[in-house]
Nanobody
Framework: QVQLVESGGGSVQAGGSLRLSCTVS????????MAWYRQAPGHERELVAH??????EYADFVKGRFTISRDNPKKTIYLQMNSLKPEDTAVYYCHVDRFGSPFWGRGTQVTVSS
C-alpha cells in the first residue's frame, strides 16, 4: 500500500515563502513521476508542478516562483513556494503515478493573506 503524507502548509502574508514536503510510504521508484496539485474553494483541482526523469514542468501561474524537487532515498518531494500571492491560497495535494496507478495525499492547507 502506498501512502502520501504532505506537510509544511500554513498561513503567510503575500510575498512570503513556504516549503511543502510529501513523503511516500510503501514502494516508490525513481521512475515514478510525482506532482503537486492544488484546489481552491469553488475551483477544480489543478496541476502546479510535475517532476519525472524527463525533468520538471510548472503551471504558468507559478513559473519563476515555485520549485519542485525530489529526494529519492528519502522518498520525498518538495515544493518551495516563494513570492506567494493571495490567489495561491488552496489545499495542496501530492500525487504519484505508480506505473499507471495514481495515489494522492490528503492535502495541506496554504493560506496567503494580503
Amino acid at each position: 500500500q502506498v501512502q502520501l503524507v504532505e506537510s509544511g502548509g500554513g498561513s503567510v502574508q503575500a510575498g512570503g515563502s513556504l516549503r511543502l514536503s510529501c513523503t511516500v510510504s510503501g514502494s516508490l521508484y525513481s521512475i515514478n513521476p510525482m506532482a503537486w496539485y492544488r484546489q481552491a474553494p469553488g475551483h477544480e483541482r489543478e496541476l502546479v508542478a510535475h517532476i519525472s526523469n524527463a525533468g520538471t514542468e510548472y503551471a504558468d501561474f507559478v513559473k519563476g516562483r515555485f520549485t519542485i524537487s525530489r529526494d529519492n532515498p528519502k522518498k520525498t518531494i518538495y515544493l518551495q513556494m516563494n513570492s506567494l500571492k493571495p490567489e495561491d491560497t488552496a489545499v495542496y495535494y501530492c500525487h504519484v503515478d505508480r506505473f499507471g496507478s495514481p495515489f494522492w495525499g490528503r492535502g495541506t492547507q496554504v493560506t496567503v493573506s494580503s
